[in-house]
């Protein structure tokens, strides 16, 4: 069972308690409140989350109103599990970018896998612009394109303090994603090839051939050992458990013993860069890739571990 759903029924059963210290039954209380019986039900048994007012509603018809306060804060808790990015991203992406900035500077060692695109921490402006426009057009949230992509470059610094270590692993599905015109995507693959020279960086890229062991199923980010955040299309899940999170370092390592690093990870980089349509290239971009490629071609691939 999740921290989410743990939390969830342990309001549930505060709530449950309340209700029948009041003497009501569940039929009853829903008629008090103008509710469905199922709706009491559900929240109490943990598979509906209450709103804040749900809680204030219910702590009155009780004859309890001043446990309304205790009750919302473990809203709030549980609220911190599961974050809506209607309610996080309400005044646009730059504010989330900038608390992902807090939590990216408390942390010694990051781990991130990401099978669908370049991870915010490695993207170019002009990558990180296309995501931000396209996730504000989905989700109807208010676009900040430029700010939000200032505070990502910002975001980029703690990449280059000392004391960090970095290790993000991501498929050749994700380096092939075309969100962006052909030079914005071959710049962002251009980038990629550079960061992977940084001595805190391992970057690891899972061929397409590579036998898995797990499947792909979504990208994660690993905060030490304390956190792993989830992102998926609604909403952000935070999870804390101390088994969770043994849970994810276990795949993560699935997934990075099933990567290519180093020379075979720039070969996957220099090949998906070769695909892209024809248009212009930068100078400093051809001779990056000329150097890294030629270089590759008679080194071996380097251990995945």
Not at 199 to 225: C, E, K, S, Y
């Amino acid at each position: 069972m999740s921290d989410f759903q743990r939390e969830r029924e342990a309001l549930g059963a505060w709530l449950h308690q309340l209700r029948r210290d009041a003497g009501l039954n569940g039929k009853q209380l829903a008629g008090v409140l103008g509710w469905a019986p199922s709706k009491v039900s559900r929240i109490e048994h943990g598979r509906q989350t209450p709103t804040e007012a749900d809680i204030a509603a219910w702590a009155a018809a009780v004859g309890v109103p001043t446990a309304a306060a205790d009750l919302a804060a473990r809203l709030h808790a549980l609220d911190s599990h599961y974050v809506s990015w209607r309610r996080s991203l309400r005044a646009g992406h730059a504010p989330r970018q900038r608390v992902a900035m807090e939590l990216d500077g408390g942390t010694r060692l990051l781990r991130a896998f990401e099978p669908g695109l370049v991870p915010g921490l490695l993207q170019t402006a002009e990558y990180a612009r296309h995501v931000f426009a396209r996730l504000t057009a989905l989700r109807g949230t208010p676009d900040d394109g430029g700010a939000a992509v200032r505070a990502r470059m910002e975001r980029q610094r703690v990449l280059y303090e000392p004391g960090r270590e970095f290790h993000f692993v991501l498929t050749t599905a994700a380096l092939r994603t075309r969100i962006c015109p052909p030079e914005v995507h071959r710049g962002q693959l251009d980038r990629l090839l550079a960061v992977g020279s940084l001595g805190n960086l391992r970057l690891g890229v899972i061929p397409d051939t590579a036998p898995l062991t797990l499947m792909p199923l979504h990208p994660f980010w690993i905060f030490d050992d304390r956190l792993v955040q989830i992102e998926t299309w609604s909403a952000e899940l935070n999870l804390t458990d101390p088994g969770e999170v043994a849970l994810y370092e276990q795949v993560f390592t699935r997934h990075a013993d099933a990567a290519a690093y180093g020379p075979a990870a720039r070969r996957i980089l220099a090949a998906v860069m070769a695909e892209l349509p024809t248009g212009p290239v930068l100078p400093q971009q051809s001779a990056r890739l000329s150097e890294q490629t030629g270089a590759d071609a008679t080194s071996a691939p380097q251990d995945s571990q």
